[in-house]
């Protein structure tokens, strides 16, 4: 069984999505508490948060290069 603090993901959805306003309940259906807003801003600090919902604007492309094997979930694009 997958708990909480051993899930991660990254959310991509472009920019005025509403990530942030929908922070909370987007890392409740996705079963973690933590929320780490505008990941990959700086892609050379790019740094995973285990068990974090990471919200991002960057496409889902960029995504998988910059963290491979995270769970990725994307939308609007």
Request: one cysteine or more; charged letters at 20%.
């Amino acid at each position: 069984m997958t708990t909480s603090s051993s899930k991660t993901a990254i959310f991509s959805a472009p920019a005025g999505w509403g990530k942030t306003q929908k922070a909370d309940a987007l890392a409740r259906e996705h079963g973690l508490s933590k929320v780490v807003d505008d990941w990959g801003a700086h892609p050379n600090k790019a740094s995973i948060t285990p068990g974090a919902l990471h919200l991002t604007n960057l496409h889902p492309d960029a995504c998988k290069r910059l963290a491979p094997g995270v769970h990725l979930i994307s939308r609007g694009w």
